[in-house]
């Protein structure tokens, strides 16, 4: 703990402000909505997060700022002053830890979840139940909140358990849609799958630390006899059982199922918790256990291959998405992808940084996408729309920043993390995976400036679902303020977050340090140069160029090329259209193995057979030798009386036989 | 002289128990375990114990045969038809066998036993009464009689017309 | 009555007494004949408790032999209660005819 009292009370008061504002909202929410505005309970629920983003740069400003002192890492770990656990020698006090990975975090959380309660304001006007709305948004913030800033695993796994449950309920929040709820369904189910991972990663770090506080694991992961490639020892069963854990919540194969699915949410639930957040969560554990994952080389290359697998097949699949937000959902999947690809190459402070960049662009195109649906009247299909360009021209010229930003174009923010994710793969002598990443960059270019092509450039192609064509084309209007604003904001983060520079105050002077090198500290780490290599960043751009040019060639300037090449290439987008067909095998996994095998299986067979019939059967079992042993009773008196006689003669025998030997 | 006095009454004894289990009517039969029972006594006075003697007459044919007799007339009871059941033949076979063996390994035994000589012995009634109330025995004798209480309620209990 | 063979020849009289009341029970059918023969093997073991206590010098056996009359009149004026009850209901005296308790 610090000498400094604020820097106590500081992080919890951010902590605990968005628990409040769902506190009030949930008991007083409806009484607050009657204003005249009606808009009362949407923007207390907004200046909660504002209040806790002002809070937590607070926070790290005193922390890192102008306070001065030596660099290096610097951490503070406030107690809420009672133990939450307290059995045997196994102790998890209510405590927070706030070091340079944590501030990042909880700036992310509560800067673009701010941001993005104001968007919701507007988006969310006309709903019936914006209450209901923010105060589960609110919930969520105060749960991803305590994901991060936990001091002790079981605080983190919390949170973790928190936001899935908040995603099941915003993911269904239009509950009377049966999509809806059933995706939010999927989703919960999909993550408590990978907790079972994680639970019993926690186990067994449990078992080897005797601790569970993250400082201890961090401190001590060192100590334990590193493991190397295809050893399986404790430390790599624990990391593969906690990337199990993190693939759940970050959409990773084979646990990505849910996260496409999970756009039948609000659009700022899909832009705060499938862009910015949640799905960060797994991201964030593995970074957080960086340095026990370290001295496991298996857990590093499972973590590396399946990050960027995901990456190339999502990509691929979302070329051929028609859904807008299908496209942003299943990019974001892939840019995971890429952040798991940096963690396993041992770069936690590069993944760390991509999740900062991508936090604000994605969280850009998704809101974006929200406005671009806001004027389509409730349209999704990007085929039915067109030439957008001039009639919301704010929506488009931030959604262009964004679009440039993830593909990775320079001087934008995505540029940055991206060419330090290549330089990653190719500094730790894994070219394959180099190729996989550059590769899915082209991708990434390629599909992000399809969606820009097709919804905002061209001839509008609308009204053939929801009215015609002109009147459909009338109703495109620009969104209100309250929804461009933020927006706006997030358009200038996606270019400057690449500069991020913490101000550092050292040797008497104050000066930028960038971001992955002010977490690196916290993984213990020796810091590992990334080789300088000058082709690299021209590369990167040049196959991003490559993918927009492609894109341009085939939704703008040769349609027909288009067509031609959709029919040769036939059966490969039938795949990917598939999905990879994993819904198709994990449908048929549930219905024919699960639910047959427990139906008919465990049910009727074990079941009723088995443990009722072992119960029945003794019972049958026992009447059955009652009935051989009910002849002995005749009724007669006198075979009575034999049988006491018969009995008495042995007795007699026995006790004379004892005293003495009956010779004949 | 005590020694034909003891086999007398023993070959009475035996005779008497052979009319009791052979008799068909169950009254001479009543009458022949009385006798059975009076030459038991003379027997116990010869074996020194006169406390015991008297009581068996007394109780054992004063008053348990007595009963035994009312009921007997009271039920009118005649002689006992005599064709066997069902299953009697080996019923009885049995048993003659089993109690045949019981008074072989006994008599086995017994025969071969040398019978010491008989230590001093004061078995008069004032020697019994202190013994029978002395605290070794003094809660079984008092509990005799909740016993001979519980008794009569019970006699009384199941004879009665109407239960 | 020092004869040291009398208690011999008294324990070997109760042996005879208990056997005959044994075979008194199996192959009498009055149930009252059954109940005197019952007191015959009684009989027969208080005479040999009679003779030990004789033979070890103490009175203990006499003592016994005391409560076995007690409870032998309680039991036969129970017994013979039961019999009177027996006999109003069935009407007969026959030992085979009581046999509702099969099964």
């Not at chain 1, 019993?200 to 449990?206: A, Q, T």
């Not at chain 1, 940055?416 to 394959?432: F, Q, R, V």
């Not at chain 1, 390629?446 to 001839?459: D, H, N």
């Not at chain 2, 128990?17 to 059975?36: D, E, M, R």
Request: charged fraction near 10%; proline fraction near 4%.
């Amino acid at each position: 703990m610090f000498e400094d009292p604020i820097l106590n009370v500081l992080p919890f008061s951010v902590l605990l402000l968005p628990l409040g504002g769902f506190i009030v909202l949930a008991l007083f929410g409806d009484w607050i909505k009657k204003d005249k505005e009606e808009q009362g309970a949407a923007w207390l629920a907004c200046a909660t997060v504002i209040a806790a983003c002002a809070l937590a740069a607070i926070t790290t400003v005193r922390l890192y700022g102008l306070v001065g002192g030596p660099e290096g890492l610097r951490f503070s770990q406030p107690y809420l002053g009672f133990e939450w656990i307290a059995v045997g020698s196994f102790r998890v006090p209510i405590n927070l830890l706030i070091d340079p990975l944590a501030s990042v975090m909880m700036l992310v959380v509560t800067g673009i979840g701010a941001l993005i309660h104001v968007y919701s304001v507007g988006y969310m006007a006309h709903d019936e139940d914006k209450v209901r709305f923010f105060s589960y948004l609110n919930l969520f913030t105060f749960f991803m909140l305590l994901l991060v800033m936990g001091g002790s695993l079981p605080l983190l796994f919390i949170g973790w358990e928190g936001v899935g449950l908040c995603s099941y309920l915003l993911i269904g929040f239009w509950y009377r849609k049966d999509s809806a709820s059933a995706a939010g369904l999927k989703a919960f189910v999909v993550n408590r799958i990978g907790d079972v991972g994680l639970i019993l990663g926690m186990i067994f770090i449990f078992h080897a630390f005797g601790s569970l506080d993250l400082v201890d694991i961090a401190d001590n992961a060192g100590s334990l006899a590193p493991e190397a490639l295809w050893q399986w020892g404790p430390v790599t069963l624990a990391c593969l059982l906690l990337f199990l854990g993190a693939t759940g919540k970050s959409a990773q194969i084979p646990l990505h199922v849910w996260l496409p699915d999970a756009m039948e949410g609000p659009t700022p639930v899909s832009a705060l918790i499938h862009a910015a957040t949640m799905v960060t969560a797994g991201v964030y554990l593995v970074a957080r256990l960086g340095p026990l994952f370290h001295q496991s080389e298996t857990a590093m290359l499972v973590v590396a291959v399946t990050g960027a697998v995901t990456a190339l097949m999502a990509g691929t699949i979302a070329i051929v998405q028609t859904d807008i937000k299908r496209v942003l959902a299943y990019s974001t999947v892939s840019q995971l992808g890429f952040m798991f690809l940096a963690a396993g190459m041992g770069a936690f402070g590069v993944a760390v940084f991509h999740l900062y960049t991508h936090a604000f662009f994605k969280a850009l195109l998704f809101l974006g996408s929200g406005s671009v649906i806001h004027a389509m009247s409730g349209e999704q299909d990007m085929r039915l729309m067109g030439g957008l360009r001039k009639k919301i021209p704010w929506t488009y010229a931030t959604f262009l920043v964004g679009t440039l930003s993830i593909s990775g174009i320079p001087f934008f923010a995505g540029f940055y993390s991206k060419d330090e994710i290549l330089a990653a793969t190719l500094g730790t002598g894994h070219p394959i995976l180099f190729g996989i990443a550059l590769f899915t960059a082209l991708l990434t270019a390629a599909y992000m400036a399809r969606l820009l092509f097709l919804t905002f450039f061209g001839e509008f192609r609308g009204g053939h679902g929801h009215a015609a064509a002109s009147e459909a084309e009338h109703h495109v209007h620009e969104s209100p303020w309250s929804m461009l604003g933020p927006l706006v904001v997030l358009a200038a983060g996606s270019v400057v977050a690449g500069y991020a520079l913490f101000p550092m105050a050292h040797a008497g002077t104050v000066h930028g340090v960038r971001l992955p090198d002010v977490i690196q500290p916290v993984f213990r780490l020796a810091e590992r140069p990334l080789p300088a290599l000058p082709w690299l960043p021209m590369v990167a751009t040049g196959s991003a160029l490559l993918g927009i040019l492609i894109a341009w060639y085939l939704y703008l300037s040769m349609p027909e090329l288009r067509a031609s090449l959709a029919r040769r290439l036939r059966p490969a987008l039938r795949l990917f259209g598939a999905k990879y067909f994993f819904d198709h095998v994990y449908d048929g996994f549930v219905r024919h193995v699960v639910v047959a095998g427990s139906d008919r299986l465990l049910w009727k067979r074990v079941d009723a057979g088995w443990i009722d019939g072992a119960v029945n059967r003794t019972g049958s079992l026992t009447r059955a030798f009652a009935e051989t042993l009910r002849p002995v009773q005749t009724g007669f008196v006198r075979h009575y009386v034999l049988l006491v006689l018969a009995g008495a003669v042995a007795v007699v025998y026995y006790l004379l036989a004892s005293v003495e030997r009956l010779a004949p | 002289m005590d020694a034909i006095l003891f086999y007398a009454a023993a070959a009475l004894a035996v005779v008497s128990a052979l009319v009791v289990i052979g008799q068909k009517n169950p009254i001479y039969s009543a009458f022949a375990l009385i006798v059975t029972l009076c030459s038991l006594s003379v027997i116990f006075a010869l074996l020194g114990s006169p406390f015991i003697a008297v009581l068996q007459v007394i109780v054992y044919a004063g008053a348990i045969m007595v009963l035994f007799l009312f009921v007997l007339m009271l039920l009118n009871v005649k002689s006992e038809a005599d064709a066997p059941g069902r299953g009697t033949r080996t019923l009885g076979a049995v048993a003659v066998a089993l109690v045949a063996l019981l008074v072989a390994q006994a008599g086995a035994v017994l025969v071969r036993a040398e019978p010491g000589p008989a230590p001093a012995f004061d078995a008069s009634t004032r020697r019994m009464a202190e013994i029978l109330f002395s605290p070794q025995f003094l809660y079984v004798f008092e509990a005799t009689s909740i016993l001979i209480l519980a008794a009569l309620v019970g006699a009384i209990t199941l004879a009665k017309k109407d239960l | 009555m020092d004869h040291p063979s009398f208690v011999q020849h008294a324990v070997l009289l109760s042996l005879v007494l208990f056997g005959l009341g044994t075979l008194g029970v199996f192959l009498r059918r009055n149930v009252i004949t059954v109940l005197m023969s019952i007191e015959l093997m009684l009989n027969g073991a208080n005479l040999a408790f009679v003779a030990f206590s004789r033979a070890a010098g103490t009175l203990d056996g006499q003592v016994l032999v005391f409560f076995v009359m007690v409870v032998a009149a309680a039991e036969a004026a129970v017994g013979l209660a039961i019999v009177i009850a027996l006999h109003r209901h069935k009407d007969t005296l026959d030992v085979d005819a009581f046999n509702v308790m099969r099964g």
